[in-house]
Structure formats: C-alpha cells, structure tokens
C-alpha cells in the first residue's frame, strides 16, 4: 500500500500527498474546535492551507521546470505537512544551474504575491490601530484570507531564502561559494551554517512552535546527508565501475526453484542475484523481492516467475559517480555489469560503501 496518494502528472512529473498531510488538515480542525470556532471557521482555515499548498506545489514546479532546463530530470513533488518536496533525479553540480534552479522556487512564490496583490486591501488592514488589527486576523474567513494568502507567499520567500542549507537560501549560498572555493567546501561551509541555524529553530520551536521544531530536524539531517554525499561523490570522482564491482558472484538459472535460492543465500552472503540462460541476461532478483515471493509462491516456484525483468546494466568503463547516484535515487540497488554480451561483475551500495571506507583510510 502506498503510502502517498497520486494526484496524477502535470508537465510529466507526478504530484503525490504523503500521508501525513492529512494530520496537518486534521489538527487545524482540531484547533479551531478547541477555540470554540465555527464550522464555517473550519471551512476557512482547511481551504486555507490547501491553497497555500496549492502555492507550495508551483513552488516545487518553479524547481522542477527550471531543472529540466539543464537537462535534470523530476521524479515526483510530494505535499507533506511541513511543505513540499521536489524530488530531483539529481542535484545540480554547476553553480550557475543550481543557483537558478534554487532561486526559481522563492521566485514563483514573489509572482504569486504580485498577483494577490491587487485583491488585497493592504491599507484597510495597515490603517488600522493594533488591538483592532488583532481582532480582524484572528481567525481566517472571507474578509482576510486573500490577506493571510499574501502575507504566507512572502513568508515563503522569507523563510525559503534563508542562508540554512539545504533550504533554497542555502543552496544559493552553496552555489556562491563554489564559484571561490570548490562544491566540496563550500558544501561543508553551508551545511554547517544550516545545521547551526537547525539548531537555533529547534530550541526556539521547543519553547514556541513545534512545527518550527520539525522543519528544524529536516534541516538539520538533510544538510548533513547532503554534506555526505558531496564528499562521497568526491572521493569516487576519477574512478570507475570496474574498481568497486564485485567479480565473484552467483548467477541463478530461469529454471532454478526458490528453495535453490535459499540454499544460496544460506551458503553465503550474497543476497541479490543476476538470473541468465545461454541467451544471456534475463532479470535480476533483489532480496526485497523475494521473502515476498517466497511467501506468495512458496519454494517450489521458479526463479523466472519472480525475477525482476525491468532492470538496469552498467559497464566496466562507466564512472563509479554515475553507478553512485544511480544507487541512490532509483528504487534498484543492485546493478549487473556488463562487457558487451558478458556479465563481468555486479555492483550494489554495499560494495560501494566499502570501497569509499578504503578511499577515506587511504586519504587519512
């Protein structure tokens, strides 16, 4: 079951809602209800969020559309309920795409403001003395949601463009300071700006906002994972598939039953397999696939039943960054490798984390 549910294709790439949105919807409810508000109020402020997440998704469209322009392609845009997420096939390493591809979003959301403007009365609701300002935007209805829809696009702009990586503001910076100082240091420099100032949101969402305090945590871990990667991909910058692939490994027959699967996996320590006949390469057979299989079909199927046809190869001579990313952003985390017709080698994460492991010792 998924855990997501699909709102279709638009310009090609998937809009998704996470789950958990719905617990954001489901809370304001909650939350006018305990202020004694009205079922009209509740209406209002439910319509509310989904038109800022209505503004969300162009924001993540305004990254996605500005990527492909650099030839980088969207696998999906989730709503989840601290935002949106555009989940880029990769990230741009160029300063100048992943500085336009960065500022596009925050963009979208300054035309958004623009656009709103003319329909709300800025002056009606400045003009007046503060306890009566309070009073009008205490909750949102008819008189004042065009007014809190402006003001939440500029907060976006606002908080989006703040310096805390890997916020768009701090891929901005990142972008700046690569054209001085290399990806890999500048890297480090944001990541660690975004983390202190995670830090600070976190603490400050303690006491006042515990949203704030989620949005924190994401900050925190995706700088992190980010500065990871950056200076993994450097370390295997130069090398190639050939230097990390495994070249002692099974290859199971179309015609083998899962029962011969399980005495492999028990044998060894091997877990994913390339499945081919004297034709050559017919599929490949992932762990995570098979105790599924094993357990709707029992031992006695063949491996053919099971085995996964859609699958991708990899050769001696492709740049062990490209096996790299591919691992990390596809579904598949085994690869063959192929020498024209001959299976030569297999590749997986495993494999690559260890020989990242001897590359750090040897640069150490």
């Known amino acids: 079951m998924s855990a997501s549910l699909n709102l279709g294709k638009y310009a090609g790439i998937r809009v998704q809602i996470h789950w958990t949105f719905w617990l954001l919807i489901l809370f304001i409810v909650f939350l006018v209800y305990s202020q004694e508000g009205t079922v009209s109020d509740m209406i209002w402020s439910t319509g509310f969020i989904l038109a800022l997440f209505l503004c969300v998704v162009f924001h993540e469209f305004g990254h996605a559309l500005t990527a492909r322009k650099y030839g980088i392609g969207t ?21 100048k795409a992943e500085f336009m591809v960065a500022i596009a979003g925050p963009a979208v959301n300054v035309v958004i403001a623009l656009i709103l403007l003319p329909f709300v009365p800025l002056d009606a609701f400045l003009g007046q003395d503060p306890e009566t300002l309070q009073q009008e935007l205490t909750g949102i209805s008819a008189d004042n949601f065009m007014f809190y829809l402006f003001a939440a696009n500029l907060a976006l702009v606002l908080f989006n463009m703040l310096p805390a990586f890997p ?19 500048a890297t480090q420099t944001a990541a660690a700006l975004g983390k202190f100032l995670a830090l600070a949101f976190f603490f400050i969402g303690l006491f006042y906002n515990f949203i704030l305090a989620l949005i924190a945590v994401f900050i925190y871990f995706g700088a992190e994972s980010e500065n990871v990667m950056v200076m993994q991909l450097n370390l295997l910058t130069g ?6 692939m495994i070249t002692k490994f099974t290859i199971l027959h179309p015609d083998h039953t899962l029962n011969d699967v399980v005495d492999r ?25 098979f105790a599924d299989a094993l357990q709707q079909y029992g031992r006695g199927a063949n491996v053919r039943d099971v085995m996964d046809k859609n699958f991708k190869t990899l050769t001696p001579g492709d740049p062990l960054t490209n096996a790299y990313r591919e691992l990390r952003s596809g579904n598949k985390n085994f690869f063959p490798v192929m020498s024209g017709s001959q299976i030569v080698g297999v590749i997986d994460m495993n494999n690559i984390n260890e020989f990242l492991r001897f590359r750090a010792s040897l640069d150490y």
Do not use: N, Q, W, Y
């Not at 989840?80 to 390493?93: D, N, R, T, Y």
């Not at 916020?167 to 240091?185: C, E, H, P, T």
């Not at 090398?239 to 990390?244: F, G, N, W």
């Not at 081919?276 to 599929?283: L, Q, S, V, Y």
């Open 239 to 244: 090398h190639l598939v050939r230097d990390a």
């Open 265 to 289: 996996i028990l044998e060894g320590t091997e877990t994913d397999f390339v499945v081919a006949d004297e034709m050559g390469i017919r599929g490949i057979l992932l762990m995570s696939d």
């Open 167 to 185: 916020l768009d503001g701090g891929r901005v910076l990142r972008a700046l300071l690569s054209i001085k100082m290399g990806r890999v240091r």
């Open 75 to 95: 696998r999906s845009i989730t709503l989840l309920p601290i935002g949106g997420v555009a989940s880029l096939k990769e990230v741009p390493e160029d300063p």
